[in-house]
């Protein structure tokens, strides 16, 4: 195939028009446009290869490392070796949304099919696969809470410090975690109990097997999105780009590595499942994904109108039986990978957990600390019960989008889906914590829904922000005001590069030839494509 080039400007084609122009085939009735970028999919490769080169000094590295630690390579740990590292960590980020930015350009002028975009996406994250923790250290954590249930320690009760005599993965979980339980489902604990089973104390074999291990959430996602785009309306070339080839995605999800990939995953199969009229599948499967953070659960109503809607009786009658039949499923499930973790139901309690951070992302959060400083001014008071106030606000509210949303969505099919994607992106703001990697819950179902070409630039703007709020040894960057003015300013020139290919009007570049990426045109209109494997 040929090699793929950034486009020439071109003035003529009008942004979300929805024309013949905008689909060409050749004579022979396939795509027009199905060309590799080789030179993007390198780009982002060498981003990728620098940050695997870099991690081990710059990213979660561990307290004693085996590898490295006092040898000649010793330097790159600490002081000017490690800023030099953490520089060049950064510049391989940069390339990363360069080249997705590129691949974004590709796709949006139709000159790259799916297969291309996710061939990009899987050659930048490969490096990443055998890479140190890259902008978090939660995967320690992770590995700390698979080994205490082994240990005979109830996770749910005592956090990884515990571990006394296995320094090797206690000392390496973040101090805000070491004495925290497990606010994870059992389906999580029994994934980590597998990986720790198999790589013991052995922190570096460990962190990459969980990688791995996690990854399985990413092959259930890239199934999972051609048959969602069908049902929602979307193009799948621009659902890969956004929810698997995002540096959401690339760098947070799989080189973090967090367990949100395996939750989304299987969210994102099972609600396929229960459109397909595989109901029972699609129940477990959501379920699942609540066994491993509880957020998913949310879904599941809205899950049980798609499936009363496939019925063929009275609308109460619909409802009642798909109810009915989803709890008993629900609670099967539910029990059944309970008992073969051989925990309990201490996951309940321990939910409270991610609530001792506080930080200006969650939207009640940031309500409650800033007019807490409006009141510092005058009065030296403690900024809790403005905390508690907003964030019980938050919780009202959240109530109330989701009770109207749920019922909005009784006529069941896409729209119940579309609602549901969007009481997700709400459970993660208004949450009383919210961490980057939260937002993509909703957002890899969004994804296979009708996008306009307006819309797109600041999805980019917002997914290279929520990457850079934190650094890449996993340190929360949020309260470090002039890091994230650079942060915002590098958003925004990632987000305008998208549609300008000179957005700082150096060379005097106009913007490039854009498509409309809403639903495809009707068979009659132009020929099949853009699927996987076609």
Not at 172 to 194: C, D, E, R, S
Not at 277 to 283: C, E, T
């Amino acid at each position: 195939m040929a090699t793929t080039t950034d486009p020439a400007p071109n003035l003529d084609k009008t942004l979300g028009a929805d024309s013949a122009e905008n689909d060409q085939t050749t004579e022979s009735g396939k795509p027009a446009t199905t060309g590799m970028p080789v030179r993007t999919i390198v780009l982002g490769t060498v981003g990728t290869l620098l940050m695997l080169l870099t991690a081990v000094g710059a990213a979660g590295i561990l307290v004693r490392d085996p590898i490295l630690g006092n040898g000649p390579l010793s330097w790159i740990r600490y002081g000017h070796g490690k800023m030099l590292a953490t520089a060049i960590l950064y510049i391989g980020f940069a390339l990363v949304v360069w080249a997705w930015v590129r691949l974004g350009r590709h796709v949006l002028a139709g000159r790259v099919n799916a297969r291309a975009v996710l061939t990009a996406a899987l050659c930048w994250m490969a490096p990443l696969a055998i890479s140190p923790p890259v902008f978090t250290r939660d995967v320690f954590s992770y590995l700390g809470q698979g080994m205490l249930p082994l240990q005979d320690i109830d996770p749910y009760v005592f956090g990884p410090a515990k571990l006394e005599n296995m320094p090797e993965i206690s000392q390496n979980v973040h101090t805000f975690w070491q004495t925290t339980p497990a606010p994870y489902g059992p389906m999580f604990i029994l994934l980590a109990k597998g990986v720790v089973s198999i790589t013991g104390s052995h922190a570096i074999f460990g962190v990459i097997l969980m990688r791995l291990a996690l990854a399985i959430g990413l092959g259930l996602l890239i199934w999972a999105l051609p048959g969602l785009v069908k049902h929602l309306g979307g193009k799948l070339p621009v659902a890969l780009w956004l929810a698997v080839a995002s540096p959401m995605t690339v760098v947070h999800l799989f080189g973090g590595p967090h367990n949100d990939i395996l939750m989304v995953g299987l969210l994102a199969a099972g609600t396929l499942c229960v459109l397909n009229r595989k109901h029972v599948l699609g129940i477990v499967l959501v379920t699942l994904a609540m066994a491993v953070k509880a957020s998913a659960a949310v879904a599941l109503p809205f899950l049980v109108w798609v499936w009363a809607k496939h019925l063929s009786s009275t609308f109460w009658r619909n409802f009642v039986r798909a109810a009915s039949l989803s709890i008993g499923i629900f609670a099967a499930t539910f029990t059944a990978v309970t008992l073969a973790a051989g925990v309990n139901l201490g996951w309940l309690p321990a939910l409270r957990a991610p609530a001792m951070i506080v930080n200006w992302m969650s939207p009640p959060t940031a309500v409650g600390e800033f007019v807490h400083w409006l009141v510092a001014l005058v009065f030296n008071v403690s900024k809790d019960p403005f905390i508690w106030a907003t964030r019980g606000l938050g919780a009202i509210l959240l109530v109330w989008i989701f009770v109207k949303q749920w019922w909005a969505a009784r006529e069941g099919g896409a729209d119940a889906v579309r609602r549901m994607a969007l009481v997700l992106l709400a459970v993660a703001l208004l949450s009383p914590a919210t961490l980057p990697w939260y937002l993509t819950w909703g957002f890899v179902i969004a994804a296979a829904l009708p996008w306009s070409v307006n819309r797109l630039p600041l999805f980019v703007g917002v997914a290279v922000f929520l990457v850079l709020t934190y650094s890449p040894a996993g340190e929360d960057q949020l309260y470090n005001y002039p890091f994230m003015a650079a942060a915002i300013l590098v958003s925004i020139l990632a987000a305008k590069s998208l549609t300008i290919i000179d957005p700082l009007n150096m060379f005097g570049h106009k913007k490039p030839a854009l498509v409309d990426v809403g639903p495809a045109p009707a068979p009659a209109q132009a020929p099949k494509r853009d699927l996987v494997g076609d």
